[in-house]
């Protein structure tokens, strides 16, 4: 019996994020260097790595491809994680420069240059994020992020661990901010 390896490395991950930086719009210099990587952990057992590029872009590489992208400059799930009255105003006072079709169509574009196909899963769904200061009080206010997911065609129950592919569009730059497709890796995609 002879059993393959694959091989596992930095330089090869680094090939992986200079790739997925470029088709997701992000500029950076490529080549990528181990030298422009912050806090980074390689977990061999699993072939899993994970760093920051600049100390910006948190990247996690997994299953042969990247798996999970953030930048770090717009830390959506921080500022929205404390719900601050104040900062979700202040966040709201600064409009979105994109509505919700411009944010499915950037999405679309990045999720078609990432590789992926239409045909395997369901349209995407785009859904703005507000903030209700006061759950008597209806105003809500508009927050300048969309959230995009696609569903993977015959998987999705309802479930929060069902298999997509979500990205966070920002209203105030149009880019990406988000990428996660880890769900996906049970299914080799």
């Avoid at 994020?17 to 390689?42: C, N, R, S, W, Y």
């Avoid at 977990?43 to 994970?50: A, E, F, K, L, V």
């Avoid at 999705?156 to 990205?167: E, I, S």
Wanted: proline letters at 5%.
């Amino acid at each position: 019996m002879v059993r393959l390896i694959a091989v596992f490395s930095v330089s090869l991950a680094l090939t992986q994020f200079g790739g997925f930086l470029q088709k997701a719009g992000i500029e950076v210099p490529v080549p990528l260097t181990e030298d422009m990587l912050v806090h980074t952990v390689v977990r061999t057992n699993d072939q899993m790595i994970s760093t920051r590029v600049f100390g910006r872009y948190y990247l996690s590489y997994f299953v042969g491809k990247v798996r999970v992208f953030a930048d770090r400059d717009e830390n959506i799930h921080q500022t929205l994680s404390r719900l601050d009255p104040k900062e979700m105003a202040d966040l709201s006072a600064n409009p979105s420069r994109i509505d919700e079709e411009e944010a499915r169509q950037t999405a679309c574009e990045a999720f078609s240059r990432l590789g992926f196909q239409d045909k395997d899963f369901e349209p995407p769904v785009v859904h703005h994020f507000t903030y209700q200061p006061n759950e008597l009080d209806p105003q809500v206010l508009l927050l300048p992020f969309f959230h995009v997911q696609w569903d993977l065609k015959g998987e999705h129950r309802g479930d929060a661990l069902d298999p997509c592919a979500t990205m966070i569009i920002s209203g105030r730059t149009r880019h990406l901010i988000f990428f996660d497709i880890s769900s996906l890796a049970r299914f080799n995609r």
